[in-house]
Nanobody
Framework: QVQSVESGGGLARPGDSLRLSCAAP????????MAWFRQSPGKEREFVAG????????YYADSVKGRFTISRDSGENTVDLQMNGLKPEDTAVYYC????????????????WGQGTQVTVSS
């Protein structure tokens, strides 16, 4: 099974920063869209941030806008998520995935899900 590989999670205090990294499998084309999602217990998986591979245009959920930054390294096939100003409500397992059809926020349309990386924000 082809999967992405996420890393960089951990325990943080409110206001701290963490940086997540995702190694995407295979070839990523300019028409593809890479995104980060998160899921906390009892909740549905939700879109956090995404980036168009070709143009680098970024998209964010309102809950993280101004605090999180998504970026890509085309040469390394990696997508990072810089998370600043962390809040307890950011606690979740974070996943990255790929959409072949471009910008999307529904997790049902994404492939290459990884195992996720846990982010816990607590004082």
């Amino acid at each position: 099974q082809v999967q992405s590989v996420e890393s960089g999670g951990g325990l943080a205090r409110p206001g701290d920063s963490l940086r997540l990294s995702c190694a995407a499998p295979g070839r990523i084309y300019s028409s593809h869209f890479m995104a980060w999602f998160r899921q906390s217990p009892g909740k549905e998986r939700e879109f956090v941030a995404g980036i168009r591979w070709g143009t680098g245009k970024t998209y964010y959920a309102d809950s993280v806008k101004g605090r999180f930054t998504i970026s890509r390294d085309s040469g390394e096939n990696t997508v990072d998520l810089q998370m600043n100003g962390l809040k307890p409500e950011d606690t979740a397992v974070y996943y990255c995935a790929l959409n072949r059809g471009g910008y999307e926020t529904s997790p049902r349309t994404f492939v290459y899900w990884g195992q996720g990386t846990q982010v816990t924000v607590s004082s």
